[in-house]
């Protein structure tokens, strides 16, 4: 994968006006020299995280879905769950986050050479930790997304997606495709470099604890999340254990978890929406506000979890053999779901009648970084240490939890899944509690990626269709503009 081509990237967000931003963000690229405050760079840095949802397709493509004859039908959606190379390019699509992504990027190179290029570039320290990490997010989940997902066996040679270093100034430039194995090596070292200069104060936390305004940037505990979920795709589990143990404080990690049990039960449909994506919630770490209607289409399309997968999730698959506090919710098309996100609607102009859908989601949780922990542990043979984290999570999540009754044990995994390997049975234990955890949030899709477990879909006339253990259609087809106009080499199929 040395070939070069030529590939049409996203010119940087500073040619989009941002609400909420300073004119400079829509002047034109060349026009760099706004760039000379600590200031600037830290508005520029707001654009470095792409604005665009994936979570609708990776929900439709996933194991969590089924069909619920009758629900409002969507191009986006139907192609996802059939794993159809979709033509669809406005938001909630995977084009739409390719190029959404590859902006963010083109934010944070045009913030890193501002900074290079600074008086004083040891004074603009946090903002290049920032834009570092924001930079090697944004690649890891076009890797995850449009190439293979990582195998140490095959990366090196398996494509990757072009890594971008430089700022953009024009949208057709030439860059290489490479392999899965160099965008990974990229991501590291940007993420090695990057966490230690991301300082909290900078979003106006105490040096310890992240102010609010930072549960919208990489602050230190978002950043060692998203290495805990870096190295666990990596397979290197000492690492996940490292940056997890960073993030979770033992001595009060249950309670800063969602309080499912407790507070969440008494909530009103709009009060757990709302509650679900704030800032004060102290197990966001890192939210983003993304273009996108998933706040009000993730309950209302036809190819979305109904009662025959809620119910694998909620009773089925259970490794608690108790019912989860999750207050849970149905139309009359037979959709169900849990209440975790609402529409945001922004008017264009002061004015204005119209406007554009946002929905705020969360990128990275404490609930993520326990249960990367705990597979990190099952991994590495540690399955007591692994069966503790798995009850501490159930402890956070059964109704009237006991430990005598609810706890996970050996005997029980091996009732429920029938697996005698204690390895496998801890990691589908775990992956269950994933899955339940994270419905509607697009993470079961990479966890279907990482363990290759099959997925079957059925239409409402009995039609059945099974995306294998490596079956092509995993790996998202790369836009088609960068394929006919970029000349990039497509992916399999």
């Known amino acids: 994968m040395t070939k070069k081509n030529l590939i049409i990237l996203p010119v ?119 834009a570092l990490v924001a930079r090697a997010y944004a690649h890891f989940m076009l890797v995850s997304l449009f190439s293979k997902m990582y195998d140490p066996l095959t990366a090196d040679h398996d494509a990757g997606i072009p890594y971008v270093t430089e700022p953009e100034t024009k949208s057709l430039k030439e860059y290489e495709r490479k392999t899965v194995q160099y965008v990974y090596d990229m991501i590291e070292q940007d993420l090695v470099t990057g966490i230690p200069l991301i300082n909290d104060q900078a979003y106006g936390g105490d040096g310890n604890n992240a102010s609010n305004l930072a549960r919208f940037h990489f602050n230190r505990a978002a950043a060692h999340a998203f290495a805990s979920r870096f190295y666990l795709f990596k397979k290197e589990y000492d690492k996940v254990v490292e940056h997890a143990d960073f993030v979770l404080n033992e001595s009060d990690l249950v309670s800063s978890l969602r309080p499912w049990t407790t507070t969440y039960r008494s909530y009103t449909t709009n009060e757990l929406s709302i509650a679900y994506t704030r800032s004060t919630e102290d197990t966001n770490l890192l939210l983003c506000e993304t273009a996108s209607s998933w706040g009000s289409t993730f309950n209302n399309l036809r190819y979305a979890t109904g009662a025959t997968r809620m119910n694998e999730m909620l009773l089925v698959n259970n490794p608690a053999a108790s019912y989860y506090a999750y207050s849970t919710y149905a139309t009359n098309t037979g959709i169900q779901f849990i209440f975790k996100f609402r529409q945001h609607f922004v008017k264009i102009g002061t004015n204005a009648t119209t406007g554009y859908p946002y929905t705020i989601i969360p990128l990275f949780t404490k609930e993520e970084v326990l249960l990367n922990r705990a597979e990190a542990y099952a991994m590495q043979i540690k399955f007591h240490d692994a069966l503790i984290e798995m009850n501490k999570f159930i402890s956070a999540r059964v109704l009237n939890y006991n430990p005598e009754v609810h706890n996970v044990t050996f005997n029980r995994l091996y009732n429920l899944y029938q697996e005698n390997d204690n390895k496998k049975a801890i990691v589908r234990g775990i992956l269950e509690l994933r899955r339940v955890e994270f419905v509607h949030e697009g993470l079961r899709w990479f966890d279907i990626l990482r363990h290759k477990i099959p997925v079957t879909h059925t239409t409402n006339n009995g039609q059945s269709f099974v995306l294998g253990a490596n079956d092509k259609r995993r790996v998202i087809q790369l836009p088609a503009e960068a394929i006919s106009m970029g000349g990039l080499e497509p992916n399999p199929r």
């Not at 405050?37 to 707001?46: G, H, S």
């Not at 792409?50 to 009758?70: H, K, L, R, T």
């Not at 039908?73 to 996802?80: E, G, K, S, T």
């Not at 794993?83 to 590859?102: I, L």
């Open 12 to 130: 940087l967000c500073i040619m989009i006006i941002v609400t909420g931003c300073d004119d400079f963000l829509s002047e034109t690229p060349d026009n760099r020299a706004s760039l000379d405050t600590q200031e600037k760079i830290a508005e520029l840095l707001v654009t470095a995280y792409p604005e665009a949802n994936y979570i609708p397709f990776c929900e439709a493509m996933s194991d969590n879905v089924e069909d619920n004859f009758g629900a409002p039908q969507d191009v986006i959606n139907a192609d996802a769950y059939f794993w159809r190379d979709g033509a669809a390019t406005w938001q909630d699509s995977p084009e739409n986050y390719w190029n959404n992504a590859y902006t963010a990027i083109a934010a944070a190179n045009h913030a890193l050479r501002a900074i290079e290029e600074h008086n004083d570039p040891a004074s603009l320290d946090a903002q290049k930790g920032e």
